[in-house]
């Protein structure tokens, strides 16, 4: 927790411009967001209602002055999305009580993008992780996991990014994307301390799952998702930072996120 306030601390005077000269090598970085745009264009679950954005008043007013405002309606679970523990896991978190701690934090990144590239039915494995570790030493507890499959440079390319472009019911059964295998989620549970995990396809389940089961794992010890992020192939495989603030629906099952990864000057 205190390693945890400390980054937030950095990170916050390197906002502000007050670091000092001598420390200054420390606050070097680049910000990547890893946000796609809503718009209409932006990809949600076949059932669920897309994006729609309407210009409420745009021009000069009777008064003289220029003046824009406009109002959308979306689903929760859409676009760059987190998805919150109540979304799959009875009496837990709903968006609005998820703890800030959870949802900023050091930076793990998992690239499976050469596997599932070659199969759109992938699950992302314990052996994945155990691989990643090897060379980068164990996941560190609170660690926030980002899971590179490669697919979000079909966005928003529906057919490519999820496997088909049908909307409504019977197109849930034709989708195709990587996901995350319950085994490797209940080992994340059980052997790792996670604070959130999040890759760059609609689901943390993959395509084809019935039962969500990464989903339930993941939500009944309070693990938040991440879904549908960008720009993961940006990110280094770990010493990174990431920011992940969702609209804070009282609640909420989940809900539209802004999450960004500061990536220091390596040494």
């Known amino acids: 927790m205190k390693s945890r306030l400390y980054i937030t ?102 690239d499976v993008s050469d596997k599932a590239l070659k199969n759109r039915d992938y699950l992302v494995s314990i052996d994945d992780f155990e691989k990643w570790e090897r060379i980068h030493g164990k996941l560190e507890d609170e660690i926030i996991i980002l899971i590179n499959t490669g697919y979000a440079k079909f966005w928003p390319d529906r057919e490519a990014y999820m496997g088909t472009a049908e909307l409504g019911q019977q197109a849930v059964a034709k989708l195709h994307f990587p996901g995350l295998d319950p085994k490797a989620a209940e080992w994340l549970v059980k052997e790792r301390n996670i604070s959130a995990i999040g890759l760059d396809t609609p689901s943390i389940d993959y395509g084809q799952s019935t039962l969500f089961e990464a989903h339930q794992i993941l939500f009944e010890q309070n693990i938040p998702a991440f879904e549908n992020v960008a720009r993961i192939n940006e990110l280094p495989s770990k010493g990174a930072y990431v920011f992940a603030l969702p609209m804070k629906i009282k609640g909420g099952s989940g809900g539209p996120l802004r999450i960004v990864a500061f990536v220091p000057v390596s040494d």
């Open 9 to 110: 601390i950095v990170i916050l005077i390197f906002l502000i411009g007050c670091a000092p000269d001598k420390n200054k090598n420390l606050f070097e970085g680049k910000w990547i967001d890893l946000t796609h745009e809503f718009s209409e264009e932006t990809i949600y679950w076949p059932t669920a209602e897309t994006f729609k954005f309407d210009t409420v008043f745009a021009g000069i007013t009777d008064s003289g002055f220029y003046y824009t405002a406009f109002q959308y309606c979306s689903a929760e679970h859409g676009g760059t999305h987190l998805d919150a523990p109540i979304h799959f896991a009875e009496n837990r978190q709903h968006v609005n009580e998820i703890p800030i701690e959870r949802l900023i934090g050091k930076l793990a990144v998992v």
